[in-house]
């Protein structure tokens, strides 16, 4: 449906790419990456805003590359909607449509919600309402590709949610292909089937986002991800390949043989169980796998809240971060210096390379 | 409910502003005071004034107009666009502020008058600019120029580029977009540079007076007759060129120019 082939793309002396991404008809593509990736630029050349410098943007097989975005059938969605100030919302909706198209909004203005926001002005609008609106204006002329880039930074709360359903559910009935910006990895999984990680101006991953989650290509992914847990392999593995040493002195079993001389291990937060005085307080790691888990001793450093769940530092060594609910933080008195069990499957181990 | 008194600072600025208001206002009250009662049907009922009154008034929409043809499209281009040579042409545009406006005459005279390329060049055409109407509007037009292109540039430079973005993917073209997007979101700052542009027209006397003393317009008129009868003749075409510039300016800006977006006051939280 819709295809990039080595698409480079330069905003002043960045360049993004190459870039080879391939989406099918219906496919919503969460575009991940941290600020300054060049996510915005990739997305204004496949709307024909910014001329690539290489590769070709592909649309039902048809090279739109040197298209204008007129004439490219492609919708754009800013983070701040992006309304025209000077046209009510009812003239925002209807910029795109010819006359007598108008009749067939009725549906869209009723999916989205903002049938009764038709003569009000842009500026009278929530945040969450501009974005319907917006959605609705790029939706309305029937675009193939829909180009989002971050439409839910500028949304909070109840309205960020609801906003998230209505998108999911106006572009699967319309079956258009989706391609959102985004550097919120949270609101990738709940609503991309496909995500493409850039970083640094280079694609370094696509696949499912549990993929992504699971079996992170490089050190960037897998912290963009957020495993906090990446940590040095001192000594090439020995034997069968599945155990190795993490600088610090601690061995480590892994689900799958390690081949390379130096490697990263990556243990999710969240993988792992914290034990103290023979109580488990958090993480489902230990009990995941079918091989014996690893067992790691050591103290903790120091316990940060994050509202429903807390990450507690715990030096083995190396140091080895573990979500915790935050509740059992306060049932079992984790404190700094307490000793503390962590274990975790070898399965939930992901190895890499290490990086240059 | 006890009103705070107001900062030290302000109480300053407040009184400095005034000097400033008191340095403009009390020259035009003076010549009002000294043009006495019944000026206005005075300078009114004499022909020469308000041919040149109409004559002035005239030429300056007419330099307005031609300016704005070309001026608003260049204007658009210097806050859209980067290209070679920008800098340049950004500096050109400007040079007419800076440029001593009888020096100004003399350059277009090199250009416009009988023995110039262009004076030349158009004069089978009936088309001559030394003492008419046409060099009366190409030394306005010269002198004010950059009045509108620069305010129209910063009225399009603060409308964001990428609502034309989203306009060309809804299928405007980029005329459609400018037309549809661009300008009706910049009209007011286009519009006040081109009241500018009027305004600094009708005041110009040093590059019209060396390519085109005839006819006189209203600055031509009042040296003219300054230097013939002295200050109390100089007054009327003074006065009333003063009061018509005034009142269009306030009426025009009231209706037409509203508070820059961006800018907030302290009281407006």
């Known amino acids: ?356 | 409910m006890r009103r705070r008194r107001p900062e030290p600072f302000t109480v300053i600025s407040a009184v400095v502003a005034l000097v400033l208001v008191a340095f403009v206002l009390v020259p035009v009250i003076s010549m009002v005071v000294e043009a006495g009662a019944g000026f206005l049907g005075q300078a009114l009922r004499q022909n020469d004034v308000r041919r040149s009154l109409w004559l002035t008034g005239s030429s300056a929409l007419i330099a307005t107009g031609l300016v704005f043809a070309c001026g608003v499209p260049l204007a658009y281009l210097l806050a859209r666009r980067r290209f070679p040579g920008k800098g340049l042409v950004e500096g050109l545009i400007d040079l007419p502020i800076v440029f001593p406006h009888t020096a100004a005459g003399i350059a277009l005279l090199t250009v416009y008058g009988r023995d110039g390329v262009l004076g030349r060049l158009l004069a089978p055409l009936g088309l001559t600019f030394t003492d008419s109407v046409a060099g009366i509007v190409v030394a306005m037009m010269f002198v004010s120029l950059p009045y509108l292109v620069d305010t129209a540039r910063e009225a399009f430079a603060l409308v964001d580029p990428r609502y034309e973005h989203v306009a060309r993917t809804l299928g405007s073209s980029p005329a459609g977009a400018f037309f549809r997007v661009s300008l009706p979101q910049a009209w007011r700052g286009v519009l006040a540079g081109a009241l500018l542009m009027w305004g600094r027209g009708i005041s110009e006397f040093g590059a019209v007076v060396i390519l085109a003393y005839n006819p006189k317009i209203i600055p031509v008129l009042v040296f003219e007759r300054f230097e013939g009868f002295g200050l109390h003749s100089a007054l009327p075409p003074a006065v009333l060129i003063m009061i018509v510039a005034f009142v269009v300016f306030v009426v025009l800006r009231a209706f037409l120019v509203p508070r820059r977006r961006g800018t907030r006051r302290e009281d407006d939280r």
Not at chain 1, 8 to 30: I, N, T
Not at chain 1, 102 to 108: F, P, T
Not at chain 1, 226 to 238: E, F, H, S, T, Y
Request: charged residues 25%; proline residues 6%.
């Open chain 1, 1 to 356: 449906m819709i295809g990039l082939d080595g698409l480079r793309v330069r905003g002043g002396r960045f360049v993004v790419g190459p870039v080879d991404l391939h989406l099918a008809a219906g496919d919503y593509c969460g575009l991940v990456g941290p600020s300054g990736a060049g996510k915005t630029l990739l997305l204004e050349a496949v709307a024909g805003i910014r001329s690539p410098v290489a590769g070709q943007v592909l649309v039902e097989g048809q090279d739109l590359t040197g298209t204008p975005p007129e004439k490219r059938g492609v919708g754009l969605v800013f983070q701040d909607g992006l309304l025209f100030p000077h046209l009510t919302v009812a003239g925002n909706v209807r910029y795109g449509l010819r006359r007598r198209a108008v009749a067939s909004l009725d549906g869209l203005v009723r999916d989205l919600g903002v049938e009764e926001l038709m003569e009000r002005s842009p500026g009278s609008l929530s945040g969450g309402e501009r974005q319907r609106v917006a959605l609705a204006r790029a939706l309305a002329p029937g675009p193939r590709v829909l180009l989002l880039d971050e439409p839910l930074s500028a949304v909070d709360g109840e309205a960020r949610e609801e906003l998230r359903e209505m998108l999911q559910r106006v572009t699967r009935r319309r079956g258009v292909t989706v391609l959102h910006v985004t550097h919120d990895v949270g609101e990738m999984f709940s609503l991309a089937n496909t995500c493409a990680v850039l970083v640094d101006g280079g694609l370094r991953q696509v696949g499912t986002p549990s993929e992504v989650l699971r079996r992170p290509v490089d050190e960037d992914v897998a912290r963009l991800f957020g495993a906090r847990n990446v940590l040095r392999v001192a000594r090439p593995p020995q034997g069968d390949g599945r155990t190795v040493l993490l600088e610090g002195g601690s061995p480590v079993r892994v689900g799958e043989p390690v081949h390379a001389a130096e490697a990263l291990v990556v243990v999710r937060p969240e993988d792992v169980t914290l034990v103290l005085s023979g109580r488990a307080a958090g993480g489902g790691g230990a009990e995941g796998g079918a091989s014996e888990p690893n067992l790691l001793k050591g103290r903790i450093e120091r316990v940060v809240s994050h509202g429903g769940h807390s990450l507690v530092r715990v030096m083995v060594p190396p140091a080895i971060e573990v979500s915790v609910p935050s509740r059992e933080v306060g049932r079992l008195e984790l404190e700094t210096g307490a000793e503390v069990e962590l274990r975790f499957s070898p399965e939930m181990v992901w190895v890499l390379p290490a990086q240059g």
